[in-house]
T-cell receptor
Framework: RKEVEQDPGPFNVPEGATVAFNCTYS??????FFWYRQDCRKEPKLLMS???SGNEDGRFTAQLNRASQYISLLIRDSKLSDSATYLC???????????FGKGTSLLVTP | GAVVSQHPSWVICKSGTSVKIECRSL??????MFWYRQFPKQSLMLMAT?????????EQGVEKDKFLINHASLTLSTLTVTSAHPEDSSFYIC???????????FGAGTRLSVL
């Protein structure tokens, strides 16, 4: 079983829509969680960290449920530029090393 | 913000040759860097953790004699793919941990094609 699992999509949504991505992680010892964004053939870029209390950054809201080992990302008012692959990430047993999900592909259309 | 530079961005080589990839942290010192590999439509997979001044820690299934890692200074880690073969063709990405921030910054990646 992969350490981080997420629905690969693709999610095709119109501009202005709200879209939610979900992810589960299997390592209960993980302490740090992130959402990264990866554009085609580029390196991942940090979108936001995820905290137990939930956190928001503009149109993006991330939630963490430790009991069910579940992470979510909500994007409101989608823009064309949000089209990318969103990677759910949890740190591994060895501390700082990261385990990446396979990514969820989002396409925002006009 | 923190910047990690990775070089080269693209390599095409013949089977059997060795390829060196450099990863530099440009505005912070990184005692720990990481090397990942990503095959098409797959997730990034951690290959090894590079520790300044000591031996790298390799993930299960990654051959340390084939993927040589040297972290000789606080700003530079290198990955050498020795005797590369077509199955080593992949997107190799490094990251560096910014001290006290618990955030990894990624290099732009190196696309390796072995003919």
């Amino acid at each position: 079983r992969k350490e981080v699992e997420q629905d690969p999509g693709p999610f095709n949504v119109p501009e202005g829509a709200t879209v939610a991505f979900n992810c589960t992680y299997s390592n209960s010892a993980s302490q740090s969680f992130f959402w990264y964004r990866q554009d085609c053939r580029k390196e991942p870029k940090l979108l936001m960290s995820v905290y137990s209390s939930g956190n928001e950054d503009g149109r993006f809201t991330a939630q963490l449920n430790r009991a069910s080992q579940y992470i979510s990302l909500l994007i409101r008012d989608s823009k064309l530029s949000d089209s990318a692959t969103y990677l759910c990430v949890a740190n591994s047993n060895s501390g700082y090393a990261l385990n990446f999900g396979k990514g969820t592909s989002l396409l925002v259309t006009p | 913000g923190a910047v990690v530079s990775q070089h080269p961005s693209w390599v095409i080589c013949k089977s059997g040759t060795s390829v060196k990839i450099e990863c530099r942290s440009l505005d912070f010192q990184a005692t720990t860097m990481f090397w990942y590999r990503q095959f098409p439509k797959q997730s990034l997979m951690l290959m090894a953790t590079s520790n300044e001044g000591s031996k790298a820690t390799y993930e299960q299934g990654v051959e340390k004699d084939k993927f040589l890692i040297n972290h000789a200074s606080l700003t530079l880690s290198t990955l050498t793919v020795t005797s590369a073969h077509p199955e080593d063709s992949s997107f190799y990405i490094c990251s560096a941990m910014e001290p006290n921030a618990n955030i990894q910054y990624f290099g732009a990646g190196t696309r390796l094609s072995v003919l």
